[in-house]
């Protein structure tokens, strides 16, 4: 962690570590906080981009580190998510928007179509890459920033493009092959209210839409009775969160004479390791989708929409 007087005096530095002119057709030096939106700028440039948060990682509590402050220095263009996600980075933003190209692309989706922070109403809930449709506007932003710095974007973007479309169709199929009264999806944080109104599933989380929020006893006796009452078979852990909640919730069910079992691991603020198939955003929907669609009684292949789950790469 860095404190505001230290972030100052390291930000003194940026002109001079990022103020190289680029070559004609030169690819620009780019940094991304979040996995995800690595995985855009990836896509779109085909080269290196550095993501400051890694697999595992949480984005509502990071804080940003002096060799983060230095990977954002170095960078031509800084691509983040925004819509308060990443809340410990306003701050940094905001100065280094005065050197260089910095944009939060999640700030591209329509206001009608963001949801709201039940927690706190004049919030939106930022998870919205659990809707394909609304990551291709984030897509289609993060091309349009790269093209302005000189990238031929068009032709990936519509690979992209494409590849979501595909995946969205897939999600679709597969969870819709859940039973009806199964569709209720249960995790360790509410990361899912964007998946829950894309594909019409009642999705709880134990937590509040930040990680850095506490689930309270009655928030648990509260999902017991939902599971028990439902006879829900799984509740799902996160890559990213503790899994002590869950455990609680199951524990709970079986003091009711209900057994649940975790479905799976899910993918929610971070994607899966580096350098496999699940540490794509593709891959990590589609491990999500598949995961949640076998555990809850729906028909899925093993291996995924492309036979790339559990691939390693």
């Keep these: 962690m860095i404190d505001r007087r230290s972030l100052l005096a390291s930000l003194a530095l940026a002109p001079l570590l990022g103020s190289r002119a680029l070559a004609a057709g030169a690819t620009p030096a780019i940094t991304a906080t979040t996995g995800m ?98 990551w291709s506007v984030v897509v289609d932003r993060a091309a349009t920033v790269l093209a302005e710095a000189g990238v031929a974007t068009e032709a990936p973007a519509q690979a992209l493009r494409d590849e979501i479309a595909a995946l969205d169709t897939y999600a679709r199929q597969v969870l819709g092959s859940v039973p ?34 506490e689930a309270g006893l009655a928030r648990i006796t509260e999902l017991v009775d939902l599971l028990t009452n439902r006879q829900i078979p799984a509740v799902f852990v996160e890559s990213s969160v503790s899994d002590r909640a869950i455990r ?48 809850l009684g729906g028909t899925a292949p093993e291996r995924g929409m492309s036979g790339r789950l559990n691939a390693g790469t």
């Design 37 to 134: 939106i690595a995985d855009i700028a990836r896509r779109l440039t085909g080269g290196e981009v550095t993501a400051l948060m890694g697999p595992g990682m949480d984005p509502h509590g990071y804080r940003p580190t002096r060799s983060d402050i230095l990977a954002l220095s170095r960078a031509d263009i800084i691509l983040w998510h925004g819509l308060n996600l990443e809340a410990q980075f306003a701050d940094v933003m905001a100065d280094l928007s005065r050197q260089r190209t910095v944009v939060a692309l999640a700030d591209s989706v329509p206001q009608a179509d963001l949801l709201a922070d039940p927690a706190y109403g004049d919030r939106p809930d930022p998870h919205v890459w659990f809707d394909p449709r609304l």
């Design 248 to 295: 609680a919730l199951i524990e709970g069910a079986a003091a009711r004479g209900h057994t649940v079992a975790v479905g799976g691991e899910l993918f929610s603020d971070a994607m899966g390791p580096d350098d496999t198939y699940e540490g794509t955003y593709i891959g990590m929907m589609d491990h999500n989708v598949t995961t949640i669609a076998r555990a």
């Design 180 to 213: 009806e009264s199964a569709r209720i999806l249960v995790t360790a944080h509410d990361a899912f209210a964007y998946f829950g109104r894309a594909y019409g599933w009642q999705v709880e989380g134990i937590q509040g839409i930040s990680t850095e929020s």
